[in-house]
């Protein structure tokens, strides 16, 4: 009879652990084993059983009023909903979890909450904030003699860093993240060490390294058993072949990475998988497959944005539903307390609800503030330009007050992607979006208006005030250290601006900017273009 693998030996311990205090009648013990199962069946990416076995663990963790397993239980939906990509429910989870631990002294769980907060972070562009919850995770860690938080606070800071451009301290973060995983002997956390340290090396170029790197951690993930770093780790593997030119082997590992996202039903992982195998095919000549992959890229992203709405719901009706069985349970015990105690309950309760409104409210400002907002550099997007260039037109018109606008648009930004890579690309678009934001005077706005391309609005400005303006981000652009992305990489930028106030509306007006950065690009590119001239290089 041949052995269970590793996971599935895990997997039946825990079930049959469930079972046995399910037997004893423990309650505490049974919201223990649902937290370990859920655990495990997240690991192996059964997203649904896993919600489920950490919601019940919920549930009954709160009749028995046993905190340290409704520690657990709320940190298990959070994380569940942040690998889901329900942010929003992931930090209410996160939140509550961390007040709840801080609450029990739990100093290695706060460790892992303020960590996981720091993941939503990054994956809503906040790189900064995210750095700044990895720090403070550190400083308790040591603090405490946490040799195990600080190992895995190392390898969040990498991550940070490495997102922020600081490619030197993230790998020193990864290394010393490795060094500690070792010496604990965390496998877990030396697999994903492996993987942030061979990102790292991708970046810097050292591609031979980054796929010696990346291959070790995949060994580790399928020895663990976790088959979404697993494919997560596929996927980089075939990026870097594919720069290294070995697009046979990338496209081997990206069908691999295929399979095991098609069984896990994760979306994201299934678009990111099309759209690589749809770059390196069409690289290939194979146009056919290429659009095919594409196509389904194409639903999948779309099918995600709606799925991820559906989830958000799913997940405030799951969350109100445990809370209405902890309300009812609340309200069988009290039946026999006093009027006095009972109507405590109830103004407390009459306090949950406002808190609950307010909390509402927040996040109903949050999902306009995101509806206007471009997710990748975290400028305004075309939504919020089309409307703010509109007002600012009008009041022009209005109050006879000059208004200019420029079209700025990245030089050969097609070939940096081919070149480096799309993640490359993406990291230049970051920190073009943080130039143009920093070179901006408060009444100014900037936006990215799609693609490779940003507007700048410049309210109660004559034309020779915006090219100034403009011209001095050119040079910003040009002058900047890009090295820090890639050591090859070099950036600049081609702008067309307009202020003719004679022009029937605001997409006039900006169509006439879009002229004249036509005009740049055909003249040479890196320059400021317009109906008085160019302002070229110097």
């Known amino acids: 009879m041949n052995p269970l693998p590793t996971s599935e030996l895990r997997l039946q311990e825990a079930q049959d652990a469930l079972e046995q205090a399910q037997a004893k009648g423990n309650l ?14 997240a690991l192996r990416g059964e997203f649904t059983q896993a919600l489920a076995n950490h919601l019940t663990a919920l549930e009954q963790s709160r009749q028995v009023g046993h ?3 409704e520690f657990e239980a709320l940190r298990g939906v959070a ?9 929003q429910e992931a930090t209410k989870y996160f939140l509550r979890s961390l007040a709840l631990g801080r609450e029990l002294g739990d100093v290695a769980g706060e460790v892992g909450v303020l960590n996981s907060l ?28 946490d040799p195990y938080g600080q190992a895995n606070t190392l390898s969040h800071l990498g991550v940070a860093y490495q997102r922020l451009g600081r490619n030197p301290e993230a790998t020193l973060f990864h290394q010393q993240a490795l060094a500690a995983a070792n010496t604990l002997g965390e496998r877990q956390l030396q697999a994903t060490a492996l993987e942030n340290l061979g990102q790292t090396s991708a970046r810097q170029g050292n591609l031979e390294q980054a796929l010696e790197l990346h291959r070790q951690a995949l060994e580790a ?12 780790t596929l996927l980089s593997i075939g990026a870097v072949q594919n720069q290294l030119g070995q697009g046979e082997a990338a496209l081997a590992g990206l069908y691999q990475a295929l399979s095991i996202a098609e069984d896990l039903g994760t979306h994201k992982t ?32 779309r099918s995600l944005f709606k799925e991820q709405q559906v989830q958000k719901t799913t997940a405030l009706l799951a969350g109100f539903q445990v809370e209405k069985v902890r309300q009812q349970a609340e309200l069988e015990r009290s039946k026999n307390i006093e009027l006095a105690e009972a109507l405590q309950k109830a103004q407390e309760a009459e306090a949950e609800k406002s808190r609950l409104l307010e909390r509402t409210r927040q996040q109903a400002e949050e999902l306009e503030r995101l509806a206007r907002q471009d997710s990748l550099t975290r400028l305004h997007n075309r939504r919020y330009l089309e409307e703010n260039l509109e007002r600012e037109f009008a009041a022009s018109r209005r109050y006879r007050y000059p208004l200019s606008v420029a079209l700025l648009d990245i030089d050969d930004f097609k070939a940096i992607n081919d070149t480096f890579s799309h993640q490359v690309g993406d990291d230049v678009l970051r920190l073009l979006g943080q130039i143009l934001e920093n070179a901006r005077r408060e009444v100014d706005s900037v936006a990215r208006y799609g693609g490779e391309e940003f507007v700048l609005v410049f309210p109660q400005t004559e034309l020779g005030g915006a090219l100034i303006a403009c011209e001095r981000v050119r040079q910003q652009v040009e002058r900047y250290n890009w090295s820090s992305i890639h050591p090859q990489l070099k950036v600049t930028v081609s702008i067309g601006v ?13 169509a006439e900017a879009d002229e004249q950065l036509y005009i740049a690009k055909r003249s040479g590119k890196n320059r400021v273009c317009s109906l008085q001239g160019s302002i070229e290089k110097t």
Not at 276 to 289: K, P
Not at 498 to 510: C, I, Q, R, T, V
């Open 270 to 301: 299934l678009l990111e998988t099309h759209q690589s195998l749809s770059e390196i095919l069409e690289a290939s000549g194979d146009h056919q497959r290429a659009l095919q992959h594409l196509k389904i890229a194409a639903q999948l992203e």
């Open 79 to 87: 994380t569940l909903q942040h690998s889901l990509g329900n942010y």
């Open 67 to 69: 905190k340290p397993s």
């Open 221 to 232: 993930h399928r020895a663990l058993g976790n088959r979404l770093a697993e494919a997560r």
């Open 118 to 145: 720091g993941m939503v972070y990054l994956e809503t562009g906040d790189y900064q904030g995210a750095a700044q919850l990895h720090r403070e995770a550190l400083e308790i860690a040591q603090a405490n003699h």
């Open 28 to 41: 505490s013990l049974v919201a223990d084993a649902h937290n370990a199962l859920g655990h495990l069946q």
């Open 498 to 510: 307009s202020d003719n106030p004679a022009l029937g509306n605001h997409e006039k007006l900006l």
